[in-house]
């Protein structure tokens, strides 16, 4: 939902083609949750945005406009694109809703109407947090510096007075990092996807085969699955020399010796879980199968550790303690799953000591892939030796557990 801009056409966000909406009752979950989170944060009224990241407006609103959210009161959802003016009439569940414009339009002017609607209904003068005003560790977490647009922000502090303006990322993010069943489940579709998508992948890659032939079988094959926004991260390259990734059309065709690292995140009404696997065109050398049995060790290492009430330290040191005597450093990558930029974030380059203390949570989610970081490298979690696997896991009360079915294998075409 992210390229969607925060606007809608006359039917709303479609539904989901193979899943059902969500309940009322996840609705109630939901909003509980921010109201309890509200009030310990003494804010009175939230405002999500859904110009630049519509993760947010989906989880408050599931769909995409403004939601002026209350403490102790109904709110207030503002509809743009075009024809939001028909797209009001179709069921939400927020029952107070507007079109921000009167007869639809793609360039609405969020902030100018949410500012003139917080005058009209005495919400003026409160404690209000804006979502999106900077990163947090839970949500926006590769947005450090957030995304809410200046104006918009400019206007709403105009209405409500400056000095009553927090920041609200905190409290989605908060609120969104534990998940209900519903949302797990639809994580669970979103990797069925990503899994069909492997399968055209293995299907059609052969020697000589173009890769934007596969590529397009995969992206095809999402479509099949009922994903509404596609995904698929390619990295192509020989052993041991760098790769680009690709989030496009890959140039070039298939040739023998090539590896390739692929990240699929296949969206179902804004969720994405992510599958990873990597695939070799011809036989591959004994290094790239240690590696890929090391970093599968570490997969089953973390999973196993990842209990409620442990500390993510404990994580981190139970898969590093996987490369044990060996060479390299193993590096336990993951980072939250759900409606996008979800956090925690434990990635290369990225210092993770402060997430190191925090207990796991039950009813998270997250993507798990290892990484071996190899002393042949020519740079610390280079691409050049990439044969990471991974899946999108739950933590359960007694455990995690992945949501993906696939065999836990490196994929290996025309090895003769």
């Known amino acids: 939902m992210q390229g969607m801009r925060g606007v809608q056409g006359i039917l709303g966000v479609p539904a989901p083609v193979n899943e059902p909406m969500f309940s009322l009752e996840e609705r109630d979950r939901r909003w509980e949750r921010l109201r309890q989170l509200m009030s310990e944060a003494s804010v009175e009224v939230l405002i999500v945005l859904p110009q630049w990241i519509t993760s947010d407006s989906l989880y408050i609103a599931d769909t995409v406009g403004v939601t002026i959210f209350p403490v102790d009161g109904d709110p207030v959802l503002i509809l743009g694109g075009e024809h939001s003016n028909y797209a009001v009439e179709r069921p939400h569940w927020i029952e107070d809703r507007m079109s921000a414009t009167p007869f639809g339009s793609t360039a609405p002017e969020y902030g100018a109407v949410t500012a003139d609607v917080l005058r009209q209904r005495g919400l003026v003068g409160r404690?209000?947090?804006?979502?999106?005003?900077?990163?947090?560790?839970?949500?926006?977490?590769?947005?450090?510096?957030?995304?809410?647009?200046?104006?918009?922000?400019?206007?709403?502090?105009?209405?409500?007075?400056?000095?009553?303006?927090?920041?609200?990322?905190?409290?989605?993010?908060?609120?969104?990092?534990?998940?209900?069943?519903?949302?797990?489940?639809?994580?669970?579709a979103s990797v069925r996807a990503g899994e069909a998508s492997l399968e055209a992948m293995a299907a059609t890659a052969r020697v000589g085969v173009a890769q934007a032939e596969v590529y397009g079988q995969m992206l095809l094959a999402q479509v099949r699955a009922g994903a509404d926004v596609l995904h698929v991260a390619w990295a192509p390259g020989p052993w041991g020399e760098g790769r680009h990734r690709y989030v496009t059309t890959p140039p070039g065709v298939l040739d023998r010796g090539t590896f390739v690292s692929t990240e699929l995140m296949p969206e179902i009404r804004g969720y994405q879980a992510q599958?990873?696997?990597?695939?070799?065109?011809?036989?591959?050398?004994?290094?790239?199968?240690?590696i890929f049995d090391r970093n599968a060790a570490a997969f089953d290492?973390?999973?196993?550790?990842?209990?409620?009430?442990?500390r993510w330290g404990d994580?981190?040191?139970?898969?590093?303690?996987?490369?044990?005597?060996?060479?390299?450093?193993?590096?336990?990558?993951?980072?939250?799953?759900?409606?996008?930029?979800?956090?925690?974030?434990?990635?290369?380059?990225?210092?993770?000591?402060?997430?190191?203390?925090?207990?796991?949570?039950?009813?998270?989610?997250f993507i798990l892939k290892p990484f071996l970081e190899v002393p042949e490298a020519p740079v610390p979690s280079a691409r050049t030796h990439d044969v990471t696997w991974g899946d999108t896991v739950v933590v359960t009360q007694t455990g995690a557990e992945r949501l993906g079915t696939r065999p836990r294998e490196l994929t290996v075409i025309d090895p003769q």
Not at 172 to 187: D, F
Not at 275 to 290: D, S, T, Y
Not at 301 to 310: D, E, H, I, R, S
């Open 127 to 188: 404690r209000t947090a804006i979502a999106g005003l900077r990163g947090d560790e839970f949500s926006s977490v590769r947005q450090p510096e957030g995304y809410a647009g200046y104006t918009s922000v400019a206007r709403i502090a105009e209405a409500v007075g400056a000095e009553h303006v927090v920041d609200g990322t905190g409290i989605l993010g908060r609120a969104r990092y534990v998940k209900g069943p519903e949302e797990i489940s639809r994580l669970a």
């Open 275 to 290: 599958v990873a696997q990597p695939m070799v065109i011809g036989r591959p050398g004994a290094r790239a199968r240690e």
């Open 301 to 310: 290492t973390a999973l196993k550790a990842m209990v409620p009430g442990q």
């Open 315 to 365: 994580v981190f040191a139970a898969v590093e303690s996987v490369a044990g005597d060996a060479d390299g450093h193993m590096l336990a990558l993951l980072h939250g799953r759900g409606l996008g930029n979800d956090g925690p974030l434990v990635i290369p380059q990225r210092d993770a000591s402060h997430i190191a203390e925090q207990p796991i949570t039950a009813h998270t989610t």
